[in-house]
């Protein structure tokens, strides 16, 4: 931004040239000075300004006032003046020296007085001479207006009076007063002329100081505008030099952007010299492969020329292959109705397979019935570890003598005094004196047979089931004969050890899904309960103690028994069974006894109700399987129980004489078949009873100290075996 400056002189100039010039004044050479005064000074002559002739003029008026006031001086000395009524200001010019009249005021005021003759002549001269050198030394040392009188001057004595000269320089007589009158009145009028000439000049100062103090101000002004413009312009080269700053940072900045894009060009012009470089020996490449490709068309027109001959004998071989496919859709069309005609035979067959199922069942169950309703098998299970020190795992007094049959199994106890007639009675066969007692059943396992070859022989009975039987199988042993192994499994939860639990559900299920396709669809439904001092405690629940467990009976005829608020939980498949018996096993109380660690206390009974339904046959069936894990069956004396664990014994010792002698009520047809004298009774009512199949595992431990627990079993087992207890019936929807 440009500023342009006005330099304060010229404007000085402008003004001083636009100062008004005293108009009035006349210059001092046009003046008429009285004649007795002096003319100007050297340096008051030198000066050229207005200011300076005005300077001279007042420098005149100051000497005529010094003189006048000298005069005034002299006047009121000698009281012939009027002093009050003189002006301050208004100078008088200075008689003639040696007129010896005194000059009064001009005006209305002035008047005429005669110098008294005592007035010295002497000191006469030395007045004048002050009067006439104050003023000069005044203007000579401050050259300016208005001045004080010097006090040399206004306190001079005052001067005689002098005799003025005469107009033609003649000096007039003393007694020529009139003449010096009249010189005096023409000074007077002189004076008077140039006192208004200088009252002209004063007030044409006073109008000149006054425009110059206006302009003086107006000066100011502008210099405070100046200053005000002078302030705007460097904050503005303040601002445009942050401004260059910024530039030149950015400027800085884009530089060395550009710098160091122009690296990067120069590196990409690098690369891409070279990856033309390259693209140009690919291109020499391309062209020499090119070469190649159009002698390799070149070959390959001449081979489609050949393969154009052998598509058209090609074609005409299509066009035979296409009338041969004629030939054999006709042939297929005819072999299609061939096939329908076997798949309606293929559906005959599966309605006589059906047919043929059903009469299977029939005769399964007819088999299962000829074979008895209540089966025993005995197990005796092999000796445990720390059973076999000493006897290098040989069951000595434990024989199977019927290995084909394996129905036959041999007690044979030498030198046993103690045994009694009964025992001797329940012998078959055999020599009394070597202690031998023959005994058999539906099967015997020996201690190697696996849990496999076990629920093989029980698979059938199992099956029953979703024909729609009711059927049970229970184990009876004492304690620590391999019970609970028999019917849960081994405690190592290995797959070759399941018990027949967990065998017969798996069986269900997998017969249950294959019998789908024939039709059947089955639901199923579990209850896991236990027996403790007759008193039923439910293994599925929640640990509620407070429920009641009562056996009813239910149905039409009253027939089904059932356990009021015992949980029943639908099922569909083995691993919802299986988490049901390992629910059961933590719930399920095992009490210690000097017999075994594990001895089970109580009777478990594990009940799969299933009820099948056949859309294609109509048929529909409901059957019930119950797995039961007695308690230990060992005598009092032999567990060496008391307290509690005597009224435990007790309790289960009465259960299972009771269950022997509901059996043998049923052998012998009696008329009152005691079920309720026990719980465990009473809720195999049904599995006991006719309307169901049963099978009794006696499981046998294998050491020679439990032989009498032992023989105490075999015999339980033989008269259960030897019971008819009637006709298993078909539970039919
Ligand atoms: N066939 C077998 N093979 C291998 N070990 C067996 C067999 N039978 C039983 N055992 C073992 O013998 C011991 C006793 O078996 P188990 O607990 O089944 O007897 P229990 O008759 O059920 O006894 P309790 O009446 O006290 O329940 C267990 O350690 C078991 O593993």
New binding site residues.
Partial sequence: MDVQRQPLADANGVLQSRLPKPSGLKPPSQLRPPSSLKPPSVSAKRMRSPDLEMDQKCQKLDDSTSSNTSVESARSSTGSTKGSSAKPGIVTRKPPAKTGLVNTRVGSTATRGIVKPSIRPAATKPAVTAAKRAPLSRATSTGSLNKKPAPSATKAPATKPTTAAPAGGKKRQPWDLKGRLQDMENILSDNQANNAELRNVLENNNARIAMLESINQQLQGTVQQKELQTKEVSQEVEELQRKLRLNQEEIETSTRKLNREIEDLKFSKSTLERQRETLEGELSAGKQEISGLKSTVAQLTSAQAGLNAELTATKLCLEQAVQAGKLKDEEIASLKKVVAGQQEIIANCNAEMRAHETERRKLHNTIQELKGNIRVFC?V??L?VDETLGTDGVIPHINFPDTKEQKMLEIEKVGDAALNESTVSARRGGNNCQGKFDFSFDRVFA?D?T?AQVFEEISQLVQSVLDGYNVCIF?Y????????????G??DNAAE?RGMIPRAVAQIFQTGRELEEKGWKYTFEASFLEIYNETIRDLLGNGKDDQKYDIKMTGSNSNDVMVTNLTLVPVSSENQVHSLLEKASHNRAVAE?K??E????SHSVFRLKLTGSNELTGEGCQGTLNLI????SERLKESGSEGQRLKETQAINKSLSNLGNVIMALANKESHIPYRNSKLTYLLQNSLGGNSKTLMFV?ISPKEENIQETLCSLRFATKVNQCSIGTATKKVK
């Fill in positions: 197990r299970r092999p445990l201690p047979s849990q184990a042993g004492q304690t620590g004969s391999g019970k609970t192994h028999t019917m849960e081994g405690s050890n006894t017999c075994n594990r001895s089970s206390r894990d007695l308690a230990g499981n």
